[in-house]
């Protein structure tokens, strides 16, 4: 009976190299979409490196995009960058342009 397949556990975030460790999650730039209500969407940037000023790339995001953002405070995330709208696409091509950020240090999330 130990042949069945079914019934073995299995972890999604095992492929991602990182137990939940979070000084691990620190080292990628998480971009995650979240639902608002009806059609309405957030964007979100986390884990932003410490050489990046988080105001001057939420102004740079405000201005590329055409959209509103702030910057909130997490007790467990830190500081994470929240834009109007789905820009996961926009704002990947804006950080692997700079050409400071590696596109493997890179995550986009959502479906």
């Not at 091509?93 to 995550?107: H, N, Q, R, T, Y």
């Amino acid at each position: 009976m130990s042949d069945i397949q079914n019934l073995v556990t299995y972890d999604p975030f095992a492929d991602t190299g990182n137990s939940g460790d979070s000084a691990d999650q620190q080292s990628y730039i998480h971009i995650r979409i979240q639902q608002r209500n009806g059609r309405k969407t957030l964007t979100t940037i986390q884990g932003l490196p410490s050489q990046f000023d988080q105001k001057t790339m939420l102004k740079v995001f405000k201005k590329e995009f055409a959209c509103n953002g702030t910057i909130v405070d997490d007790e467990e995330l830190g500081k994470v960058i929240q834009l109007q709208g789905d820009q996961r696409i926009k704002v990947n091509a804006l950080l692997v342009s700079e050409g400071e950020i590696d596109k493997k240090k890179i995550k986009i999330h959502g479906f």
